[in-house]
């Protein structure tokens, strides 16, 4: 997300903020390599108690995590927190698919398909298991934006992709 931000906006400064030290360091590598150092910056820390002060970012984002929230509605309390008045939210996250054979497909391939090919290729099956489960189990669409709505966000709304696979959530504070 910090990438493709900084490269479609250009923004002077993109922090981006992981829980995993490991993620981080694959984010940095990509970073280096891609020689936007000056513009995007990475930092471990816990997305429901960041250490930004409050009203300090004109967007928020995060792609395929919030599922992961420990606590969902402290997390996007969080994001709302250092959001400026007026700032956007944008969130990307899994969802089930629509119609009902795409949905029956998927969930096939994400139970069954998926972790045998990880396996195969010696990669971690329990991630993909755990991706699965965690999808089944995230508040999609108007329950979302229900959430959103609670924390405070206005404007929410949300696009399905990709026949419902996943759905972009965008919210104004």
């Not at 997300?1 to 984010?27: H, Y």
């Not at 995590?65 to 402290?74: A, I, P, Q, S």
């Not at 489960?133 to 709505?149: G, N």
Request: aromatic share 10%; with cysteine.
């Amino acid at each position: 997300m910090a990438i493709r931000a900084t490269r479609m906006l250009n923004p002077k400064q993109v922090v981006g903020v992981d829980i995993s030290g490991q993620m981080l360091a694959e984010g940095r590598k990509k970073i280096e390599k891609l020689g936007l150092n000056s513009q995007i910056q990475l930092e471990k820390g816990d997305s429901e108690n960041l250490h930004f002060s409050d009203n300090s970012f004109d967007v928020t984002m995060a792609a395929f995590g919030v599922r992961n929230f420990e606590n969902l509605e402290k997390g996007l309390s969080e994001m709302r927190r250092v959001l400026k008045p007026g700032g956007q939210l944008c969130i990307i996250e899994f969802s089930r698919p629509r119609p009902a054979f795409i949905n029956n497909l998927y969930q096939f391939y994400m139970s069954l398909v998926a972790p045998q090919i990880a396996k195969a290729f010696k990669q971690d099956k329990q991630a993909y298991q755990y991706l699965n489960k965690s999808a089944k189990a995230f508040p999609e669409r108007k329950d979302f934006t229900a959430i959103l709505d609670k924390v405070g966000f206005k404007q929410t709304s949300y696009k399905a992709l990709t026949f419902g696979m996943c759905c972009i959530y965008s919210a104004t504070k």
